[in-house]
């Protein structure tokens, strides 16, 4: 059950308190780097110390990021140069939505996306996985020197550039299918939550599988600490990590006439999951009109504040094994959802915490609370952080991390498998006083291939899309993310104008009912909350090795059967599982509790591989990563797995030789 300092600690977070926060975030756009983000960062830097955090302070970074200077232009002509077809690439304004008519209806962009100005005939590839690409290459559709058209979903949106540049393709258009996102689901907003017509979903197109932030490292403080993107990214310049043709994201108001004049062969015949929901007849191109579009985007180097707030623990420095806890603030508009719920949530946990502090109250271990900026163009401001202060957080325990907090009322959890009994846990005590569909404690994901953690294998995905990445990747501190979501995984309005105050206030609660999102977040802030005091004020860290020793096995199982040797690998995690069992059992009557506490937070890192993954040296865990032409987890053992993938069995078995090494360090380091 829960114990007195978390019984007073889950009476403070309200409803009507994070609506109150969250109606003030949404009230003017704050994408980051721009003025909105400065207000924003105040208005999170003020609630933090009004809360009762004493130490609140603003780290600013320098980074790279674009904006457009004028807006994108779109449109069709045919073969004799007459101008069929106009995209307007503008959302429309919305009586029902009080914040849609913003300028930013009409720049609908990507991050990132540089500029210029192609006319070509139009090819569409699908989703844009590498697969869909081969899919057409078989057909004997070339996509080089042509537009190419792809629709969202199924993979990360600068990915599906990148696989197009790859293959020659001179621009790519990105549109929202309705059967992703749209009527395929129920009414569009605002009749009801899901995408409608003229909705845009805008977006970074970093090369986010080879390495999280900015992408020049442009701070002087990575110089004065003798790292550059060359040292930390294994890139020569920024260039390799953004696309170098230009993209931009259209509604599907503007993609079906472009989509239904594509002629070719029929998308069908290409593959079931090739055709959308518009009432078309979909089909590959290339098209004999030619599609003409251009972008104007300046890129600029220019500071983004990230807000740090921290509550020191009681325990020397020594002992210390700070909690870190984090949601960025930095939104495509207004984020109502998409991050500004986990915002909302964010500072009702600063209200419980606070109010604890003010009443005497202080952690074993010291507790962070950070809000970050730039997430959206590409982690930055997280990324940032931790480079350049690695040494605050080089013994951290864990990270958790709230984004869209709040966009639907399924519960999803995703987590490093020593975390997912602490979730339980915390779960099962919190019954009666916590809401959302479907207990006792949700969906709970391995992290690390985001599949359910006690389904029989191992299969699945999961976006590096948020700030754990570089705590996790890169650092390799245990992390878990969690959120309330729609069954459709996504929702209607994301990265739109319309992820306003409206739309969450109408559409993001349970069953659709006005007003019970907020509730949800004050649910979000009281799990956030218990999972940090039980992290930072309990004796023992709640870390569950065995629950990580049967993940390996399920890992193992995963990619056996590629004629790889892993006799030496499945030695090495039985080890693994011997030393999880004799630690739980110390868990029972401790000795040292700095040496056990040490060890049960500290191991995670044993999963760093030095040298990091191949072709992509930032991502160093060796049982995490998004997927390299899919921005999603590979499946277990991504070094291994990409290897199988590319018909390198050369490769993948000495993948493999790294992975049973640090599987081996983490047997003999959790023993200690």
Same mark, same amino acid.
């Given at each position: 059950?829960?114990?007195?300092?978390?019984?007073?600690?889950?009476?403070?977070?309200?409803?009507?308190?994070?609506?109150?926060?969250?109606?003030?975030?949404?009230?003017?756009?704050?994408?980051?780097?721009?003025?909105?983000?400065?207000?924003?960062?105040?208005?999170?830097?003020?609630?933090?110390?009004?809360?009762?955090?004493?130490?609140?302070?603003?780290?600013?970074?320098?980074?790279?990021?674009?904006?457009?200077?004028?807006?994108?232009?779109?449109?069709?002509?045919?073969?004799?140069?007459?101008?069929?077809?106009?995209?307007?690439?503008?959302?429309?304004?919305?009586?029902?939505?009080?914040?849609?008519?913003?300028?930013?209806?009409?720049?609908?962009?990507?991050?990132?996306?540089?500029?210029?100005?192609?006319?070509?005939?139009?090819?569409?590839?699908?989703?844009?996985?590498?697969?869909?690409?081969?899919?057409?290459?078989?057909?004997?559709?070339?996509?080089?020197?042509?537009?190419?058209?792809?629709?969202?979903?199924?993979?990360?949106?600068?990915?599906?550039?990148?696989?197009?540049?790859?293959?020659?393709?001179?621009?790519?258009?990105?549109?929202?299918?309705?059967?992703?996102?749209?009527?395929?689901?129920?009414?569009?907003?605002?009749?009801?939550?899901?995408?409608?017509?003229?909705?845009?979903?805008?977006?970074?197109?970093?090369?986010?599988?080879?390495? #999280?932030? /900015? +992408?020049?490292?442009?701070?002087?403080?990575?110089? %004065?600490?003798?790292?550059? &993107?060359? =040292? !930390?990214?294994?890139?020569?310049?920024?260039?390799?990590?953004?696309?170098?043709?230009?993209?931009?994201?259209?509604?599907?108001?503007?993609?079906?006439?472009?989509?239904?004049?594509?002629?070719?062969?029929?998308?069908?015949?290409?593959?079931?999951?090739?055709?959308?929901?518009?009432?078309?007849?979909?089909?590959?191109?290339?098209?004999?009109?030619?599609?003409?579009?251009?972008?104007?985007?300046?890129?600029?180097?220019?500071?983004?504040?990230?807000?740090?707030?921290?509550?020191?623990?009681?325990?020397?420095?020594?002992?210390?094994?700070?909690?870190?806890?984090?949601?960025?603030?930095?939104?495509?508009?207004?984020? #109502?959802? /998409? +991050?500004?719920?986990?915002?909302?949530?964010?500072? %009702?946990?600063?209200?419980? &915490?606070? =109010? !604890?502090?003010?009443?005497?109250?202080?952690?074993?271990?010291?507790?962070?609370?950070?809000?970050?900026?730039?997430?959206?163009?590409?982690?930055?401001?997280?990324?940032?952080?931790?480079?350049?202060?690695?040494?605050?957080?080089?013994?951290?325990?864990?990270?958790?991390?709230?984004?869209?907090?709040?966009?639907?009322?399924?519960?999803?959890?995703?987590?490093?498998?020593?975390?997912?009994?602490?979730?339980?846990?915390?779960?099962?005590?919190?019954?009666?006083?916590?809401?959302?569909?479907?207990?006792?404690?949700?969906?709970?994901?391995?992290?690390?291939?985001?599949?359910?953690?006690?389904?029989?294998?191992?299969?699945?995905?999961?976006?590096?899309?948020?700030?754990?990445?570089?705590?996790?990747?890169?650092?390799?501190?245990? =992390? !878990?993310?969690?959120?309330?979501?729609?069954?459709?995984?996504?929702?209607?309005?994301?990265?739109?104008?319309?992820?306003?105050?409206?739309?969450?206030?109408?559409?993001?609660?349970?069953?659709?009912?006005?007003?019970?999102?907020?509730?949800?977040?004050?649910?979000?802030?009281?799990?956030?909350?218990?999972?940090?005091?039980?992290?930072?004020?309990?004796?023992?860290?709640?870390?569950?090795?065995?629950?990580?020793?049967?993940?390996?096995?399920?890992?193992?199982?995963?990619?056996?059967?590629?004629?790889?040797?892993?006799?030496?690998?499945?030695?090495?995690?039985?080890?693994?599982?011997?030393?999880?069992?004799?630690?739980?059992?110390?868990?029972?009557?401790?000795?040292?509790?700095?040496?056990?506490?040490?060890?049960?937070?500290?191991?995670?890192?044993?999963?760093?591989?030095?040298?990091?993954?191949?072709?992509?040296?930032?991502?160093?865990?060796?049982?995490?990563?998004?997927?390299?032409?899919?921005?999603?987890?590979?499946?277990?053992?991504?070094?291994?797995?990409?290897?199988?993938?590319?018909?390198?069995?050369?490769?993948?078995?000495?993948?493999?030789?790294?992975?049973?090494?640090?599987?081996?360090?983490?047997?003999?380091?959790?023993?200690?």
């Amino acid at each position: 059950g829960l114990n007195t300092i978390e019984t007073e600690f889950i009476a403070v977070p309200s409803g009507s308190s994070a609506r109150s926060s969250l109606q003030f975030i949404t009230s003017q756009d704050h994408v980051a780097g721009l003025p909105g983000d400065f207000v924003m960062a105040d208005y999170l830097s003020s609630a933090f110390k009004d809360a009762g955090i004493e130490s609140v302070e603003t780290f600013e970074l320098d980074v790279l990021l674009n904006y457009p200077s004028s807006p994108p232009t779109l449109k069709v002509s045919n073969p004799d140069g007459q101008v069929t077809f106009t995209a307007t690439l503008s959302e429309d304004v919305l009586p029902e939505d009080s914040t849609s008519d913003t300028p930013w209806r009409n720049t609908t962009f990507h991050g990132y996306a540089p500029s210029g100005s192609v006319s070509a005939p139009a090819v569409f590839a699908n989703y844009g996985r590498p697969s869909d690409f081969d899919d057409l290459e078989a057909a004997n559709i070339s996509v080089e020197g042509k537009i190419v058209l792809v629709r969202y979903g199924q993979c990360f949106r600068g990915l599906k550039v990148m696989n197009a540049q790859n293959r020659g393709a001179v621009g790519v258009l990105v549109y929202s299918d309705p059967q992703d996102d749209g009527f395929e689901y129920g009414k569009c907003y605002p009749e009801g939550p899901w995408r409608s017509a003229s909705s845009v979903q805008r977006g970074s197109v970093q090369f986010n599988s080879i390495c #999280a932030g /900015d +992408p020049m490292r442009a701070d002087k403080r990575y110089e %004065e600490m003798g790292e550059s &993107l060359t =040292s !930390l990214c294994g890139v020569k310049d920024y260039t390799s990590l953004i696309p170098s043709i230009p993209s931009i994201p259209i509604s599907y108001g503007d993609a079906q006439p472009i989509l239904s004049q594509l002629g070719g062969v029929a998308a069908e015949a290409l593959g079931d999951d090739w055709v959308g929901a518009l009432p078309i007849t979909y089909t590959t191109g290339p098209s004999t009109s030619i599609v003409s579009m251009s972008t104007d985007n300046e890129f600029k180097v220019t500071s983004i504040p990230n807000v740090i707030g921290k509550i020191p623990g009681s325990l020397p420095a020594s002992d210390d094994h700070p909690v870190l806890l984090g949601n960025h603030r930095d939104a495509w508009v207004f984020g #109502a959802a /998409d +991050p500004n719920s986990g915002t909302a949530s964010l500072i %009702e946990v600063a209200k419980g &915490l606070g =109010s !604890l502090v003010q009443s005497g109250w202080q952690p074993k271990h010291t507790i962070y609370l950070l809000s970050w900026s730039g997430e959206e163009y590409g982690l930055l401001g997280s990324t940032g952080w931790a480079e350049l202060n690695f040494d605050a957080i080089s013994s951290a325990s864990a990270y958790i991390n709230v984004d869209t907090v709040v966009s639907g009322d399924e519960l999803t959890v995703s987590a490093t498998p020593a975390l997912t009994s602490l979730w339980e846990g915390v779960m099962a005590d919190l019954d009666g006083h916590v809401l959302f569909k479907n207990g006792p404690s949700g969906n709970v994901l391995d992290a690390n291939v985001n599949a359910p953690i006690n389904a029989d294998d191992a299969i699945g995905t999961l976006g590096s899309g948020s700030d754990y990445t570089v705590f996790l990747d890169h650092f390799g501190i245990a =992390s !878990l993310d969690f959120e309330f979501n729609s069954p459709a995984g996504t929702y209607g309005v994301y990265h739109s104008i319309y992820d306003s105050f409206d739309w969450i206030d109408n559409y993001g609660g349970i069953d659709g009912e006005k007003g019970s999102s907020f509730e949800l977040m004050a649910s979000a802030a009281k799990m956030w909350g218990i999972l940090a005091l039980r992290l930072a004020d309990s004796d023992v860290l709640p870390f569950d090795h065995v629950k990580q020793a049967e993940a390996l096995v399920k890992y193992s199982a995963a990619v056996d059967g590629n004629g790889l040797d892993l006799s030496e690998l499945n030695s090495n995690i039985d080890a693994y599982m011997k030393a999880a069992q004799g630690v739980a059992e110390e868990m029972n009557s401790p000795g040292d509790l700095k040496d056990l506490n040490f060890r049960l937070s500290m191991t995670e890192r044993s999963f760093l591989n030095a040298d990091g993954l191949p072709g992509r040296s930032w991502m160093k865990h060796v049982l995490q990563a998004p997927g390299f032409y899919l921005g999603y987890a590979a499946m277990a053992f991504p070094g291994v797995q990409q290897a199988v993938d590319d018909g390198d069995l050369d490769l993948a078995q000495q993948q493999v030789a790294v992975v049973a090494e640090c599987v081996d360090k983490a047997a003999t380091f959790l023993k200690g």
